[in-house]
């Protein structure tokens, strides 16, 4: 029972993580219904801008944020322009030839500036953690899970009590609408990637206390983060906070009590069944 509560609390804590890596990839998807494949590397980007302040500076990954989120920011903006802007009406297929392509010359930038070897943050609280009963709980791992949830939170309240929430919601479902009523839509879907990608970004630094960075890490966290989408819903805040939970939990306890390769056939088995009998997600599409 113990490894069962301890696989479970894991799962937990990083299922708020994982939905953290998703909400800028439905956030990208819902208002433009551009597939970004790269999403994953531009995780793995603000992991590796934490990792430089803190190889020269010796800053903790938190306090790199302030450097994080307008990098990331203006490289959004340069990716849109250059690569999502061209291909936003063009077919699937341009959508996922141009953003695996960008994916490949990310990736081999990171591995000409860092090397292909695996890279760690270690901070004073990395190995720390709260026991409570027989539940080992990381405070790095706490932390992050903690900042992810925080941050989904505001991001809900910018879609919803803000203007510019109301015009990324109105250009999700009807462009042409959007125009009508005055919304700049091309400043609109400019200003989403721009955050989309501070998201990714933000997520990749506040995990690196206790993850471990790899320059090919991102076609793993565009995976999951796919998984997480087709299963929460499209586009859908709410459902990527509720397919990233459930692909946390499953992967907590599974691996708690059986190993990790079977966690991740279990959570590819949840998006099979999943696309069976609920195709939708289990919150409609549309960003919301």
């Known amino acids: 029972m113990t490894t069962f509560i301890q696989g479970l609390t894991t799962g937990i804590l990083m299922g708020c993580i994982y939905a953290f890596f998703a909400i800028g990839f439905t956030l990208v998807l819902g208002v433009m219904k551009v597939v970004n ?18 190889m020269n500076y010796l800053w903790d990954p938190f306090l790199s944020l ?17 690569i999502v802007k061209p291909i936003r009406e063009q077919p699937l297929s341009a959508h ?12 081999n930038v990171i591995t000409l500036i860092f090397g292909s070897q695996y890279r760690t943050v ?21 932390f992050a899970a903690a900042t992810s949830l925080c941050v989904v939170g505001l991001f809900y309240l910018l879609l919803h009590r803000t203007d510019f929430g109301r015009a ?16 700049n839509v091309h400043r609109t879907f400019l200003i989403a990637f721009g955050i989309g990608s501070v998201l990714a970004g933000f997520s990749g630094a506040v995990v690196m206390p206790f ?12 995976i999951k983060t796919f998984v997480i989408v087709i299963i929460g819903g499209m586009g859908s805040v709410g459902g ?25 056939a279990a959570v590819f088995m949840i998006l099979i069944i999943m696309l069976t009998i609920k195709p939708e997600g289990f919150f409609k599409k549309g960003l919301e």
Do not use: K
């Open 37 to 54: 494949f790269a999403h994953g590397t531009f995780v793995v980007m603000g992991m590796y801008i934490a990792i430089f302040i803190f």
């Open 211 to 222: 993850a471990v960075a790899s320059p090919s890490g991102g076609l793993d966290i565009v």
């Open 122 to 142: 270690t901070v004073p609280y990395t190995t720390s953690a709260i026991t409570v009963g027989s539940v080992r709980i990381g405070i790095a791992r706490m």
């Open 168 to 183: 990324v919601r109105a250009c999700a479902d009807d462009i042409e609408g959007a125009w009508g009523l005055g919304i």
């Open 66 to 82: 302030l450097i994080v989120i307008p990098s990331m920011f203006v490289f959004g903006l340069i990716v849109y322009y250059i």
């Open 96 to 107: 996922v030839i141009a953003t695996i392509g960008l994916l490949i010359i990310i990736e």
């Open 240 to 264: 990527a906070l509720v397919g990233g939970l459930i692909i946390g939990i499953v992967e907590g306890i599974v691996s708690a009590l059986w190993s990790p390769a079977i966690a991740i």
